[in-house]
């Protein structure tokens, strides 16, 4: 899909197979509630938090976003755990057989939209909103980018909507099958290792 001056394009993604911990909704329920919601509707944890955003995320980028699945950042605090169980820091070749991504494949629904259409915000725009309100909330989304950007994410794709959004303003839904190896490839990685050696540091100022 192209973006024009006067549209842009940006997608939502949802996959079939949801934390049911969280009461996440499924692709049918989203069918038949012709909505998607924000975060705090979906993801009652969040409420709880000291700063929740109750916000729709979508990208500009026509690939499934690393955030929709956080397979690389889930490697990583595996990874992380390993060294606490070795006690020692871990080497990516430590990492082989150890860490193993999950062979069965998962389906994501990718519904688009034009940004203009459903009152999306970029998100660099918005971001600069929060982070004018507090030193606390400015360290709360500096650290929710470079978790984003661990994921494999380009954070200057992310839009936001402060409503929900109803389906039917959709231009497009497409389903995709991928397994956990194609979603890093597809991110840009070639291996669990890659993942570790290539995004260990910016782990490390998350969590330093």
Same mark, same amino acid.
């Given at each position: 899909?192209?973006?024009?001056?006067?549209?842009?394009?940006?997608?939502?993604?949802?996959?079939?197979?949801?934390?049911?911990?969280?009461?996440?909704?499924?692709?049918?329920?989203?069918?038949?509630?012709?909505?998607?919601?924000?975060?705090?509707?979906?993801?009652?944890?969040?409420?709880?938090?000291?700063?929740?955003?109750?916000?729709?995320?979508?990208?500009?980028?026509?690939?499934?976003?690393? @955030?929709?699945?956080?397979?690389?950042?889930?490697?990583?605090? *595996?990874?992380? =755990?390993?060294? !606490? #169980?070795?006690? %020692?820091?871990?080497?990516?070749?430590?990492?082989?057989?150890?860490?193993?991504?999950?062979?069965?494949?998962?389906?994501?629904?990718?519904?688009?939209?034009?940004?203009?259409?459903?009152?999306?915000?970029?998100?660099?725009?918005?971001? @600069?909103?929060?982070?004018?309100?507090?030193?606390?909330?400015? *360290?709360?989304? =500096?650290?929710? !980018? #470079?978790?984003? %950007?661990?994921?494999?994410?380009?954070?200057?794709?992310?839009?936001?909507?402060?409503?929900?959004?109803?389906?039917?303003?959709?231009?497009?839904?497409?389903?995709?099958?991928?397994?956990?190896?194609?979603?890093?490839?597809?991110?840009?990685?070639?291996?669990?290792?890659?993942?570790?050696?290539?995004?260990?540091?910016?782990?490390?100022?998350?969590?330093?």
């Amino acid at each position: 899909m192209k973006t024009t001056q006067q549209q842009t394009i940006i997608h939502h993604w949802v996959t079939d197979k949801l934390e049911q911990d969280y009461g996440i909704k499924s692709l049918e329920q989203i069918e038949q509630s012709g909505l998607l919601q924000t975060e705090c509707k979906v993801l009652p944890h969040l409420a709880e938090d000291q700063m929740p955003m109750d916000v729709l995320w979508f990208t500009k980028n026509d690939n499934l976003p690393g @955030a929709s699945t956080s397979i690389p950042l889930s490697i990583l605090d *595996n990874a992380a =755990k390993l060294c !606490d #169980l070795l006690k %020692r820091r871990v080497s990516a070749s430590d990492l082989e057989g150890r860490i193993v991504l999950r062979p069965e494949p998962k389906t994501y629904r990718r519904y688009s939209f034009v940004a203009e259409d459903i009152g999306a915000v970029w998100w660099h725009r918005y971001r @600069a909103k929060w982070c004018g309100i507090s030193v606390k909330k400015k *360290n709360w989304v =500096k650290s929710l !980018d #470079l978790k984003s %950007r661990i994921n494999g994410d380009d954070v200057t794709d992310y839009y936001v909507c402060e409503q929900d959004v109803p389906i039917s303003k959709a231009i497009e839904v497409r389903d995709y099958t991928f397994t956990q190896e194609q979603v890093i490839n597809n991110l840009g990685f070639k291996s669990v290792a890659d993942i570790y050696t290539r995004q260990l540091p910016l782990l490390e100022k998350v969590y330093g």
